[in-house]
């Protein structure tokens, strides 16, 4: 994480409180409607644990990445849940983390509002970083990128002053098709266009999914 996105998220992380957004996960129906109860699932990103949280709600044997300290520290004191289930790691030198509870990878990884922090030339490495983390042969990868209006964008930061790029959903998924994972289905949402400028990407992809792309509604 560069300085300038660590920075944000200091700020950030002070701010949260118990009420605030940090309760309420944007991937909760996409979660709920890719995986099944008992799957054990990464999240890679998980920021203040929300999403964790609604994993954990579901049913799902989630476990977590974080890289900034803060915001590992804040998902603890919003979610005790995850206590023991979130570590220090992130993109795009993941490594393997969990190992020890998970030897032959993860059901599912999840990875939302992250990789528009990567540079272009990052984007191959953790994109593999993610699917080394799925079980051989088999897994799901549920991914949400944001498309920020480029007059917001000040070179390669966005208006809070995070390294910010916008990374086509389409390279992405021509990307991850290289190791059989195949986009199963995809929605987009303007919700926050007019407040933020922000257009918000969520694919599903899978090892066994036919090739057939079924739209859902934005």
């Known amino acids: ?35 099944t109860p008992g799957q054990t699932v990464l999240d890679v990103g998980a920021g203040a644990g929300r999403d964790m949280a609604a994993m954990q709600e579901l049913g799902l044997d989630a476990y977590g990445v974080e890289p900034h300290a803060g915001m590992r520290e804040r ?12 570590a220090d790691a992130g993109l795009p030198a993941l490594g393997r983390p969990f190992a020890d509870r998970c030897p032959a990878g993860f059901d599912a990884v999840v990875c939302s509002a992250v990789l528009m922090h990567l540079t272009p030339a990052e984007l191959h490495r953790a994109l593999a970083a993610l699917v080394q983390q799925l079980r051989p042969g088999a897994g799901t990868l549920l991914l949400s990128l ?6 917001r964008l ?25 190791w059989q994972l195949r986009l199963s289905q995809e929605s987009l949402s303007d919700v926050v266009w007019e407040r933020t400028g922000t257009r918000w990407w969520t694919g599903v992809f899978r090892r066994d999914a036919r090739p057939a792309l079924t739209p859902t509604g934005a």
Do not use: C, K, W
Not at 3 to 20: I, K, M, N, V
Not at 75 to 86: K, T, W
Not at 146 to 151: F, S
């Open 1 to 35: 994480m560069d300085p300038r996105t660590h920075a944000f998220y200091a700020r950030y992380a002070e701010q949260l409180q118990p009420d605030s957004e940090a309760r309420h996960s944007a991937m909760r129906a996409t979660i709920a409607q890719a995986l």
């Open 75 to 86: 998902a603890l004191a919003l979610h005790p849940g995850l206590a023991g289930r979130l």
């Open 146 to 151: 944001p498309q920020l209006d480029a007059e």
């Open 154 to 178: 000040r070179g390669d930061q966005d208006p809070e002053g995070r390294n910010f790029h916008n990374h086509a959903p389409a390279a992405v998924a021509q990307t991850l098709a290289a």
